[in-house]
């Protein structure tokens, strides 16, 4: 079974900075999709931004970036010039390929100093 | 389009209790999941259909716990009797099938419901 790991519980950044928050995840498969998932105290799931492994390159939302590197199974969000309203939980998600379930990371807490 | 609609928001009931929550997907998905999430555990997926077809259904705790899907735009995750260790945010979550346009392979999550079983 597929596993995700978010080695940070906790991360702070201070306001205009650049944060990056780690995810690993353990998959024999070579066709997936990754997420990033962002969830305030609203307790709304938000995606921020997604990945098809079989793109080399790297997506990009605004300010919000990844660090896809497939062969180390590695898939990090830098956010940059952080915002007050970055602050949140971030989940980090895997799926197989086909039409099947999300499977998350424990989640980071991120907390933005004014 | 109105998102992933989950009622209740909030439900408190006493131990031994029905549950129902229910959950509204985007129209003209077809594929719709159940996730729980606690402290402990995170984030789990409990079940999930495809169709109207309850595909997977192993991440459902106990006996206690039942999911239908009667049409393609209700769902209800129905739980009796309830628990204490049943509190919890619920979840539901829908997506279109590859082939039926949009953006099939991303998730959308309804607002949650959080179950407090006192």
């Known amino acids: 079974a597929q596993t995700v790991t978010q080695s940070q519980p906790e991360m702070s950044v201070q306001e205009a900075e650049t944060v990056t928050l780690s995810c690993t995840y353990d998959?024999?498969?070579?066709?997936?999709?990754l997420f990033w998932y962002k969830q305030p105290p609203s307790r709304q799931m938000i995606l921020v931004i997604r990945?098809?492994?079989?793109?080399?390159q790297n997506a990009t939302e605004n300010r919000f970036s990844v660090n896809f590197q497939k062969a180390a199974k590695s898939f990090s969000l830098k956010i940059s010039d952080s915002q007050l309203g970055d602050a949140a939980m971030y989940f980090c998600?895997?799926?197989?390929?086909?039409?099947?379930?999300?499977?998350f990371g424990k989640g980071t807490r991120l907390s933005v100093i004014a | 389009d109105a998102g992933v609609i989950q009622s209740p928001r909030h439900e408190v009931t006493e131990m031994g209790q029905e549950v129902t929550l229910r959950c509204k997907p985007i129209?003209?998905?077809?594929?719709l999941f159940w996730y729980r999430q606690t402290m402990m555990r995170g984030l789990e997926l409990l079940i999930y259909?495809?169709?109207?077809?309850?595909?997977?259904d192993s991440g459902m705790p106990e006996d206690r716990f039942s999911a239908k899907m009667p049409n393609a735009s209700f769902s209800t995750l129905k739980i009796q009797p309830s628990e204490p260790r049943d509190s919890a945010v619920y979840f539901c979550?829908?997506?279109?099938?590859?082939?039926?346009?949009?953006?099939?392979?991303?998730?959308?999550f309804g607002p949650g419901t959080r179950l407090t079983v006192l």
């Open positions: 129209s003209g998905h077809n594929s």
């Open positions: 998959t024999s498969e070579s066709d997936y999709y």
């Open positions: 259909f495809n169709n109207n077809v309850p595909i997977d």
């Open positions: 990945q098809e492994a079989y793109k080399q």
């Open positions: 979550a829908s997506r279109s099938l590859p082939g039926q346009g949009g953006s099939w392979d991303t998730q959308y």
């Open positions: 998600a895997y799926r197989s390929s086909g039409n099947t379930p999300l499977v």
